[in-house]
């Protein structure tokens, strides 16, 4: 398991902006040493450990780019059409010898060009001759629709850089190269769970004070999307002692320890003082909304991180601050969202210093252009909002207010998880 210093966050400055936090998790957090060998069946979403290096080129032989009838350059008449006898055929997966000088060879997509031959026309550019020839158009330049070796990928290049995650289309890169596996880091090892006395397991009993909670089986949710083997630690009472035990407990085996609720100044928000009992506490003032606060720290050697109990917040505080620290821990590279340019339907102000993240749906204007259009309620605790928009837009430090016509950044849902 990672294995951090119980000093490694610390960080003695103002409140910190989202950008200057994700530099600190990116620069004191050390990835997890342990790889494996994984089917490329089973890589989705894995992290590459080493870089995958081309053994051979790709495409591993000069081909045809199309149907048609392969020619040498050499043999074209300048400026005007030219007519060449068909000799042979060659389909892809076939061998064909070199047909005579003059001469064309009818060719298939995918087909090894024979020595010689380096300009293939489409089939549908020339006009097939009764006498079994063909008239070729003029103006083609040499090398037109033929893929050279090597023209996709080196052979001795790195085509996979180590820290990857694997999608399917990494995947299909090495298999073009003839692996079957791939070095991955294992997955990182997340204990994830919730804090409070008003909240209470969905199905169970809940009092008259109490709500179902929510935020776990989210946050759950979107570890494993990240690649995580996550264990479930429940709902931890408002006791000190109580949070302290199962913190310890949780940081046994786990790289990255999750709690949602209890990281305010309040007195019955344990986390912070339960933390600072069984290790040591960085608790950061994030100047984001919604948000704030945010704990980080260190239990025996495990990485916490504290979100916000209300749900909104919990959700926009995990993309911002535990998805880098899981690429940090991984040895994944992490790069941050880009906000897709949209023109903002709604009017906002907002506190300068501080990066606000406004709930919103797109819709196509009259114009043409996309909108985003403000959800109408605001508050933290409306988990409907997450269910009735299309994303974030992200508000930089610098913005005070946005009104109407303005170009602001907008997140897809499906960028952040």
Same mark, same amino acid.
């Given at each position: 398991?990672?294995?951090?210093?119980?000093?490694?966050?610390?960080?003695?400055?103002?409140?910190?902006?989202?950008?200057?936090?994700?530099?600190?998790?990116?620069?004191?957090?050390?990835?997890?040493?342990?790889?494996?060998?994984?089917?490329?069946?089973?890589?989705?979403?894995?992290?590459?450990?080493?870089?995958?290096?081309?053994?051979?080129?790709?495409?591993?032989?000069?081909?045809?780019?199309?149907?048609?009838?392969?020619?040498?350059?050499?043999?074209?008449?300048?400026?005007?059409?030219?007519?060449?006898?068909?000799?042979?055929?060659?389909?892809?997966?076939?061998?064909?010898?070199?047909?005579?000088?003059?001469?064309?060879?009818?060719?298939?997509?995918?087909?090894?060009?024979?020595?010689?031959?380096?300009?293939?026309?489409?089939?549908?550019?020339?006009?097939?001759?009764?006498?079994?020839?063909?008239?070729?158009?003029?103006?083609?330049?040499?090398?037109?629709?033929?893929?050279?070796? /090597?023209?996709?990928?080196?052979?001795? @290049?790195?085509?996979?850089?180590?820290? =990857?995650? &694997? *999608?399917? +289309?990494?995947? $299909? %890169?090495?298999?073009?190269?003839?692996?079957?596996?791939?070095?991955?880091?294992?997955?990182?090892?997340?204990?994830?769970?919730?804090?409070?006395?008003?909240?209470?397991?969905?199905?169970?009993?809940? /009092?008259?004070?109490?709500?179902?909670? @929510?935020?776990?089986?989210?946050?759950? =949710?979107? &570890? *494993?999307? +990240?690649?995580? $083997? %996550?264990?479930?630690?429940?709902?931890?009472?408002?006791?000190?002692?109580?949070?302290?035990?199962?913190?310890?407990?949780?940081?046994?085996?786990?790289?990255?320890?999750?709690?949602?609720?209890?990281?305010?100044?309040?007195?019955?928000?344990?986390?912070?003082?339960?933390?600072?009992?069984?290790?040591?506490?960085?608790?950061?003032?994030?100047?984001?909304?919604?948000?704030?606060?945010?704990?980080?720290?260190?239990?025996?050697?495990?990485?916490?991180?504290?979100?916000?109990?209300?749900?909104?917040?919990?959700?926009?505080?995990?993309?911002?601050?535990?998805?880098?620290?899981?690429?940090?821990?991984?040895?994944?590279?992490?790069?941050?969202?880009?906000?897709?340019?949209?023109?903002?339907?709604?009017?906002?102000?907002?506190?300068?210093?501080?990066?606000?993240?406004?709930?919103?749906?797109?819709?196509?204007?009259?114009?043409?252009?996309?909108?985003?259009?403000?959800?109408?309620?605001?508050?933290?605790?409306?988990?409907?909002?997450?269910?009735?928009?299309?994303?974030?837009?992200?508000?930089?430090?610098?913005?005070?207010?946005?009104?109407?016509?303005?170009?602001?950044?907008?997140?897809?849902?499906?960028?952040?998880?």
């Amino acid at each position: 398991m990672a294995q951090l210093s119980d000093d490694c966050f610390a960080f003695g400055g103002p409140m910190l902006s989202v950008d200057e936090a994700v530099k600190l998790i990116s620069t004191r957090m050390t990835a997890v040493s342990e790889t494996e060998g994984v089917a490329l069946a089973e890589a989705d979403g894995r992290i590459l450990a080493s870089d995958v290096v081309a053994p051979l080129p790709v495409p591993p032989f000069t081909n045809s780019a199309v149907d048609g009838f392969a020619v040498a350059s050499g043999d074209l008449p300048a400026g005007e059409a030219g007519r060449f006898q068909v000799e042979g055929r060659l389909a892809a997966g076939g061998r064909a010898a070199t047909p005579h000088s003059g001469h064309a060879l009818r060719i298939f997509t995918g087909a090894p060009m024979p020595p010689g031959l380096d300009t293939v026309f489409m089939q549908e550019d020339v006009q097939l001759q009764g006498d079994g020839s063909v008239l070729l158009p003029p103006g083609l330049k040499a090398g037109a629709n033929v893929r050279p070796a /090597g023209e996709d990928i080196a052979a001795g @290049s790195v085509a996979l850089a180590a820290g =990857t995650r &694997l *999608r399917p +289309q990494e995947l $299909a %890169v090495a298999a073009a190269l003839g692996f079957t596996e791939v070095d991955v880091r294992r997955r990182i090892r997340v204990a994830v769970l919730s804090t409070g006395d008003e909240v209470v397991e969905p199905g169970a009993p809940r /009092g008259p004070s109490q709500l179902y909670d @929510s935020n776990r089986v989210m946050l759950a =949710t979107m &570890l *494993r999307r +990240q690649g995580c $083997a %996550v264990s479930d630690f429940g709902i931890v009472p408002d006791d000190a002692e109580r949070v302290a035990a199962v913190l310890a407990e949780a940081a046994k085996g786990n790289d990255l320890i999750v709690t949602s609720g209890g990281v305010s100044t309040g007195e019955e928000d344990h986390v912070k003082a339960a933390v600072e009992s069984a290790g040591r506490l960085v608790l950061w003032r994030m100047a984001i909304k919604p948000g704030r606060p945010v704990a980080m720290g260190v239990i025996e050697g495990a990485a916490l991180i504290g979100l916000p109990g209300n749900p909104v917040a919990s959700f926009v505080t995990f993309v911002h601050v535990v998805q880098p620290a899981i690429a940090a821990l991984a040895g994944a590279r992490w790069q941050r969202p880009l906000p897709l340019p949209v023109r903002a339907a709604f009017s906002y102000r907002k506190k300068p210093g501080r990066r606000e993240y406004v709930r919103a749906h797109l819709r196509i204007a009259a114009d043409g252009s996309v909108e985003a259009i403000k959800f109408p309620r605001e508050g933290a605790g409306l988990l409907s909002s997450l269910t009735h928009t299309d994303g974030l837009v992200e508000l930089p430090e610098d913005i005070s207010q946005v009104a109407p016509g303005d170009r602001v950044g907008f997140l897809w849902f499906a960028q952040l998880i």
